[in-house]
């Protein structure tokens, strides 16, 4: 039986010469953080992973919990418990840093391994010789922080993450609480996580919660992921991009397949963005085209955005081809 489909409408076209050539559709919700739509594209009421913007949600029961300062951890170990990381010398540190301060290693963490990003983000050969684990995968930090809350309740190392496991359950109960979601889906995540799949509101919602709320424990990943956006992302990332143009002021997460969420702190919104057909560049200029209609990119526009506003599409000899042009209006 083929599942029902969410409502996704046209976001963004690719045009080569005078022809519209590919169409991405998706879905958009801004929410203030009473849960009031004040904008909404498409199907926003459609059950979505979260994806890696679960993150910070997911290193909610730990600050909670004081975890931090129980376990000796400052700002930049929770910066990467909220991390989808570039697996850079910075980060791979930072999270054996965590795992040495709770008494675990590498062979611990259960998120296997991948190349980093970091290669394919900065445009970097990989060496030929370089060989990567646990520790250079972009949720380690999520998964060191699902080791260090089982031993600050003194529970084993093993099998933290069986989606009936007490952290998985509380998490769920918190996203739940957070989102004020009666409707949440499940699955598992790349990384073997168990991950979350709410309406697109209720992630705008949990968006614009993070960013605004003085409630501590959200206070503290606010404080975490805008300090050091470099941890939570990483050099020539786009999360890094949109936490350095916000200048203190965003919370940006995305995740995989299609998933951007920010929160704007001055004026309390949460954004969600979906591409329905995961396409990297798509989200990247749907992102941008949403901060530029409410108001929020100055002109001229930090470079870093500039780059994905409305951008033309060149060929390797540098020739423009064809463009992004969005298909909605806020």
């Known amino acids: 039986m083929t599942p029902a489909l969410p ?31 004040i904008a909404a594209v498409g199907d926003v009421q459609a059950l979505t992973f979260t994806r890696s913007t679960l993150k910070p949600l997911q290193a909610l029961p730990f600050i909670h919990d004081g975890g931090p300062a129980r376990m000796g951890l400052d700002s930049h170990a929770v910066a990467l418990l909220c991390a989808s990381h570039s697996g850079e010398a910075m ?12 008494g675990a290693c590498a062979a611990d963490l259960h998120c296997g391994s991948h190349v980093p990003y970091y290669y394919a983000a900065s445009g970097t050969a990989v060496p030929a010789r370089a060989r990567f684990g646990p520790l250079h995968h972009n949720c380690s ?3 060191a922080g699902f080791l260090a809350y089982r031993r600050l309740h003194g529970l084993a190392l093993s099998e933290y993450l069986e989606p009936d496991a007490p952290l998985q359950t509380r998490i769920r109960r918190t996203v739940q ?26 992630l705008a919602l949990a968006y614009a919660r993070l960013a605004s709320s003085d409630e501590p424990a959200l206070a503290a990943l606010r404080y975490a992921m805008t300090r050091h956006p470099d941890l939570v992302s990483g050099t020539a990332r786009t999360d890094l991009a949109l936490a350095q143009a916000g200048a203190g002021d965003w919370v940006a997460k995305a995740g995989a397949d299609g998933v951007q969420a920010i929160g704007v ?36 526009a930090p470079a870093a955005l500039a780059a994905h506003l409305r951008p033309p599409l060149t060929n390797l000899r540098g020739q423009t081809v064809g463009a992004l042009v969005p298909l909605f209006a806020l």
Not at 91 to 102: E, F, G
Not at 187 to 202: E, V, Y
């Open 265 to 300: 702190r001055a004026r309390a919104l949460g954004i969600a963005i979906r591409v329905a057909d995961g396409n990297v560049r798509a989200r990247r200029t749907v992102a941008a085209e949403v901060l530029d209609q409410l108001g929020l990119i100055p002109r001229p």
């Open 141 to 143: 930090g999520k998964h």
């Open 91 to 102: 980060h791979v540190r930072t999270v054996q840093r965590i795992l040495t301060r709770i």
């Open 177 to 202: 609480e957070l989102t004020e979601s009666e409707r949440i889906g499940s699955g598992i995540d790349g990384c073997s996580a168990p991950n979350f799949a709410l309406p697109l509101a209720r």
């Open 7 to 37: 409502g996704h409408v046209p976001l963004l076209a690719s045009t080569r010469g005078a022809l519209v050539e590919c169409v991405h559709y998706g879905s958009i919700a801004v929410c203030d953080a009473r849960g009031a739509l």
